[in-house]
Nanobody, 133 residues
Framework: QVQLVESGGGSAEAGGALRLSCVGS????????MAWFRQTPGKEREGVAA????????VVARSVEGRFTISEDSAKNALYLQMNSLKPEDTATYYC??????????????????????????WGQGTMVTVSS
């Protein structure tokens, strides 16, 4: 069974940094694009960043632009999110997701919750990030 497992969440002070990882596994696993999302209780899920696994393009949400960097290592089936200059409003549960069919447009999945649901086939369980002021 294909699955994604996130790690690297935890606590940081404002201005600090954390690095999230997400590793895919399972028979036949091959991701064409991958993305990070975040959600806090009572709020809609927000697209954070997405990348094609060829590494040819990335998209980052305006709310984290200049602070967060998405990267991938296809050889390891891994996705990363380097989060710098953290702010208390970055506190959330962070999820990774992957497209396994080649149907993904990275700009669409970040901008549109409907596109994310339609184009991303597998989601991780999430990792919590808490930023204190």
């Amino acid at each position: 069974q294909v699955q994604l497992v996130e790690s690297g969440g935890g606590s940081a002070e404002a201005g600090g940094a954390l690095r999230l990882s997400c590793v895919g596994s399972g028979v036949g696993y091959k991701a064409y694009c991958m993305a990070w999302f975040r959600q806090t209780p009572g709020k809609e899920r927000e697209g954070v960043a997405a990348i094609y696994t060829t590494g040819t393009a990335t998209v980052v949400a305006r709310s984290v632009e200049g602070r967060f960097t998405i990267s991938e290592d296809s050889a390891k089936n891994a996705l990363y999110l380097q989060m710098n200059s953290l702010k208390p409003e970055d506190t959330a549960t962070y999820y990774c997701a992957a497209d396994l069919t080649g149907n993904c447009d990275i700009a669409d999945v970040i901008r549109s919750r409907d596109a994310a649901r339609a184009q991303l086939d597998v989601w991780g369980q999430g990792t919590m990030v808490t930023v204190s002021s």
